[in-house]
C-alpha cells in the first residue's frame, strides 16, 4: 500500500456534508435497506459488515499517512448495524491510535437504532461516538411506504427519541420534493416532516431537495409520467412549511446548505424560525438569488 494511497475503498464512498474533512473509512459496505426508491448510493453493493481486521488495517494505514485525524466517518450506509461491541472495540482502537481524535461518527438507519438497547448507545457513547446521521427523508406514513423506506413514522420518532436519551447527537436528513409537485401531498409531507421532528427533537436537522438519478425506481416513474418534481417554489413552499411545523423542545441546529438546494439556509430552531421563514419570502419575491439550476448538485 503506497503513501499516496493509504486505503482503497470499494464502490463510490458517501459522507454528510459535515464530515467534508473526515478521514472515511468503510466497516461496512452498502446499506442495510437499499430499497428506497429515491437513492442510487449503493446500488450494486449487498451488504456486509467488514472484518475487524481489515478496518483495523485501514487505520493503521492512515495513521502512518495522516499526522493529525480529529475526525472518522465510519461508512458505508449503516455502520450502526454493527455488533456494539464489534463497534466499541472499534471506538477504543481508533481513540488510543489517534489520541487526538475529536469526533467519531456513523449513519445509522432507524432500523439499526431500534435494534439498540439505550445501554447499547450509552456505551457507544462513552466510548466516543458523537453523531449518529439518520434519514427520516419525510414524516408522511403514506410517502414512507411509497418510497420503501421500511419504518412508520411513530418509528422513526422512536429511534430519534432513542437517540437523544443518549450521550450521541443526532443529525437527521429531510428530503424536499419527495412528495412529487402536487401541492396538497408537498403540504401534507411538509407537515408531517415538521410534526416528526419535532417529537424527535435532534440536535441537527438538514434539508436536502430531490434530484432525480438514473436507474433508480423514482427515476424511471418520472420518466413514465408517474412522478414530477416540484419547481424551485413549490420546493420553498415545501421547506417554508416544514419549517412552520417544527416546534422543538431543545435547540436544534437547521441546514439547508447541501448544494442540491435553491436556498442556503443557517440557523438554530426554535429561535431562528421566524427569520428563516422571512428569508424563504424574500427569496420567493426575488428568485434571482436562488441557486442556479446547472449549480445544483448532489
Known amino acids: 500500500m503506497s503513501l499516496s494511497e493509504p486505503i482503497k475503498y470499494e464502490g463510490m464512498v458517501f459522507r454528510p456534508p459535515s464530515e467534508a474533512y473526515s478521514l472515511i473509512v468503510q466497516s461496512t459496505i452498502g446499506c442495510t435497506n437499499n430499497k428506497c426508491t429515491f437513492c442510487s448510493m449503493y446500488m450494486g453493493k449487498k451488504f456486509r459488515v467488514r472484518s475487524m481486521e481489515d478496518i483495523k488495517n485501514d487505520l493503521v494505514a492512515a495513521r ?5 485525524v480529529q475526525r472518522i466517518f ?3 450506509g449503516d455502520s450502526l448495524f454493527m455488533k456494539t461491541e ?3 472495540e472499534l471506538l477504543d482502537f481508533s481513540h488510543k491510535l489517534m489520541p487526538e481524535l475529536e469526533r467519531v461518527s456513523v449513519y445509522g438507519s432507524p432500523q439499526a437504532i431500534l435494534r439498540k438497547s439505550p445501554e447499547d448507545l450509552k456505551l457507544l457513547g462513552d466510548k466516543g461516538l458523537k453523531i449518529i446521521y439518520m434519514g427520516l427523508e419525510t414524516g408522511d406514513d403514506r410517502l414512507l411506504g411509497e418510497v420503501c423506506k421500511g419504518v412508520t413514522s411513530a418509528e422513526m420518532i422512536e429511534a430519534g427519541q432513542k437517540v437523544m436519551s443518549s450521550p450521541i447527537e443526532l443529525s437527521v436528513t429531510v428530503l424536499l420534493g419527495l412528495a412529487g409537485a402536487d401541492p396538497q401531498r408537498s403540504l ?4 408531517a416532516t415538521g410534526e416528526v421532528l419535532s417529537h424527535m427533537s ?8 430531490l434530484m432525480l438519478v438514473p436507474g433508480t425506481p423514482l427515476y424511471k416513474q418520472h420518466r413514465k409520467g408517474e412522478f414530477k418534481l416540484p419547481d424551485a417554489m413549490g420546493m420553498l413552499s415545501e421547506l417554508r412549511a416544514m419549517i412552520e ?8 441546529i437547521f441546514r439547508t446548505n447541501h448544494a442540491s438546494n435553491y436556498l442556503p439556509l ?15 419570502d424574500h427569496a420567493v419575491a426575488h428568485p434571482e438569488i436562488l441557486r442556479p439550476e446547472e449549480y445544483r448538485a448532489l
Do not use: M, W
Not at 64 to 68: K, P, T
Not at 245 to 252: D, P, S
Open 266 to 280: 443557517k440557523g438554530t430552531l426554535p429561535q431562528d424560525k421566524e427569520a428563516l421563514i422571512k428569508t424563504i
Open 245 to 252: 411545523n417544527i416546534n422543538v423542545k431543545r435547540e436544534c
Open 202 to 209: 435532534p440536535t441537527y436537522v438538514g434539508a436536502l431537495s
Open 188 to 191: 401534507e409531507h411538509a407537515r
Open 86 to 88: 464489534d463497534l466499541a
Open 74 to 76: 465510519f461508512a458505508d
Open 64 to 68: 502512518a499517512y495522516y499526522r493529525g
